[in-house]
């Protein structure tokens, strides 16, 4: 890196007069209007006033004028000057956040893209260009990253039930070697693999006759092979039976309403000789996801 005041170049003009006429003072005519540089008037040598950055401008051209001393009719003559910045790596990379909390489906195909990272480094040219890859984690057998472009895909087939989250260490280099490093999160996202299964195909129950509000018919029960939302189960009745009500999450069914009385005695006298049944549907309650239907009868 070139410092401030350090010589970068001297002009010479050579006089053939003699004495005070081939006196040459120099100066700088156009094309140094940002004052990066100075002109001794007297040596013709150029110094650096400012700092220079490739990566601002990478190359100045100036004219320099040289003229005598005649005071009368001074002569002058022009010479152009260029100037190249050399590139230097000034600048690391670095990441515009802390870390990547991403996620993947899982079951998704292997080389399923998950996100584009990318690393940000002050320098043009060479020392600007950047190479990705992953270093290290738990995670870094299952994902790869694109060296160019930064893009993070899957390597392996993600199973939501076996492990839910990875994290690895993503790093970027410039070509000198100056690099950053962010970690990055995937969380596998579930998907609805299973139904749910009822431990019975059907509940039988029976109801005493003088059972009020409240009385606890019975239970049924599902499981679902799913982790996480996709694996919870969530109890509907099927029809509106408006005299039972079920317990979405713990499946227990009871009597909601008494039975009106004319109903009641014909319900009752159904109890008495036949079954009443009622259809309990299980679900992740989760839109579109596997449905499960089984049957609870009632019998007085
Ligand atoms: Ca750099
Ligand atoms: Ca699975
Ligand atoms: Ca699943
Ligand atoms: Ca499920």
Redesign the pocket.
């Known amino acids: 890196m070139a410092t401030i005041d350090s010589k970068v170049l001297q002009v010479i003009a050579v006089d053939m007069d003699e004495g005070v006429h081939s006196k040459v003072v120099y100066d700088i005519t156009s094309g140094n209007n940002d004052q990066k540089f100075s002109l001794n008037a007297n040596t013709g040598i150029i110094t650096i006033r400012e700092r220079l950055d490739y990566d601002t401008v990478s190359e100045y051209k100036f004219i320099v004028r040289a003229t005598d001393s005649d005071p009368t009719r001074p002569l002058s003559a022009l010479a152009s000057v260029a100037i190249k910045v050399q590139d230097e790596n000034d600048n690391a990379p670095h990441f515009p956040l802390t870390m990547y909390r991403e996620a993947i489906e899982e079951n998704s195909p292997v080389g399923t893209p998950v996100f584009m990272a990318h690393a940000i480094d002050g320098d043009r040219g060479l020392y600007g260009k950047l190479n990705y890859s992953v270093t290290e984690g738990e995670g870094k057998e299952k994902f790869r990253v694109d060296p160019e472009t930064g893009l993070v895909s899957s390597l392996v087939i993600f199973d939501y039930e076996s492990k839910n989250r990875y994290f690895f260490t993503l790093m970027a280099m410039d070509s000198g070697g100056k690099y950053a490093t962010v970690q990055v999160q995937v969380d596998i996202e579930s998907k609805?693999?299973?139904?749910?299964e009822f431990s019975q195909n059907s509940y039988h129950y029976t109801i005493p006759g003088d059972a009020s509000i409240g009385y606890l018919v019975g239970s049924v029960h599902a499981s679902?092979?799913?982790e996480g939302i996709?694996?919870r189960v969530v109890y509907q009745l099927r029809n509106s039976q408006s005299n039972f009500a079920i317990n979405t999450t713990t499946g227990a069914i009871i009597i909601k309403s008494l039975f009106h009385r004319e109903v009641s005695n014909r319900i009752r006298r159904e109890l008495r000789n036949q079954e009443l049944s009622l259809y309990v549907l299980a679900s992740?309650g989760r839109p579109n996801?596997?449905k499960q239907f089984c049957c609870g009868r009632c019998s007085g």
């Open positions: 609805d693999e299973y139904p749910p679902d092979l799913d996709d694996g992740s996801s596997f």
